[in-house]
């Protein structure tokens, strides 16, 4: 199984910038997609980023050039590690939402995925 730690939300100013990060660590997978979600109260969970393994990017129109996505992967003989991280600039005050960690590994046939717990990104003057 996948288990995931965020880091790095926080109370920033409108044009101010945050970094959050995601460690995800198992026995022996490798993960496909790393993703970050986020959630406004009262909307729905929306996709911010995303990154594959491979090195196929996805970012939500309005953070396009303003967010940056990367990640790190590491492997042992008994364990995998990845590290997601997501650099946001420029934030607006829409971008407040609690932040979710997202991944994706194949278990033929078919594939899992889990969450992290969530971390508080609050963009206000």
């Known amino acids: 199984q996948v288990q995931l730690v965020e880091s790095g939300g926080g109370l920033v100013q409108p044009g101010g910038s945050l970094r959050l990060s995601c460690v995800a660590s198992g026995s022996s997978v490798e993960i496909d997609e790393l993703a970050w979600y986020r959630q406004a109260p009262g909307q729905e969970r929306e996709k911010v980023a995303g990154i594959t393994d491979r090195g196929d990017l996805y970012y939500l129109d309005s953070v396009q050039g303003r967010f940056t996505i990367s990640r790190n992967d590491s492997k042992t003989r008994d364990n995998s590690k990845s590290t997601v991280q997501l650099q946001m600039n420029k934030m607006r005050t829409e971008d407040t939402a609690k932040y979710y960690c997202?991944?994706?590994?194949?278990?033929?046939?078919?594939?899992?995925?889990?969450w992290g717990q969530g971390t508080q990104v609050t963009v206000s003057s």
């Open positions: 997202f991944a994706k590994w194949y278990v033929l046939p078919g594939s899992q995925y889990t």
